[in-house]
Nanobody, 121 residues
Framework: QLQLVESGGGLVQPGGSLRLSCAAS????????IGWFRQAPGKERERVSC????????WYLDSVKGRFTITRNNAKNTVYLQMNSLKLEDTAVYYC??????????????WGQGTQVTVSS
């Protein structure tokens, strides 16, 4: 069974950091385009950051550029989202998604269950 599991969310103060993990089972993440998405209460889901498979091209939402970094660890079959200088507006449920063919899309085939990130003083 193909599965994605996010972890690493939590409560953090503004300016703090978290590292989200997206671990895969049943398939090799390195063969897939990976995206991190988030959805805040009352808002639509938005793309946060993505990383391509062969070319490793990365993409970031403008509001997280310079603060978030997406990386792969193939040995652990995991993709990370390092989030620094967190702001109140980063509060959301964060999801990772994987697709072998589409890049950075809501149409990605596989989705995790999400992990809550709350930025609050």
């Amino acid at each position: 069974q193909l599965q994605l599991v996010e972890s690493g969310g939590g409560l953090v103060q503004p300016g703090g950091s978290l590292r989200l993990s997206c671990a895969a089972s049943g398939f090799t993440l390195d063969d897939y385009n990976i995206g991190w998405f988030r959805q805040a209460p009352g808002k639509e889901r938005e793309r946060v950051s993505c990383i391509g498979t062969f070319d490793r091209i990365t993409w970031y939402l403008d509001s997280v550029k310079g603060r978030f970094t997406i990386t792969r660890n193939n040995a652990k079959n995991t993709v990370y989202l390092q989030m620094n200088s967190l702001k109140l507006e980063d509060t959301a449920v964060y999801y990772c998604a994987a697709d072998k063919y589409v890049y950075c899309s809501d149409a990605s085939r596989y989705w995790g269950q999400g992990t809550q990130v709350t930025v609050s003083s």
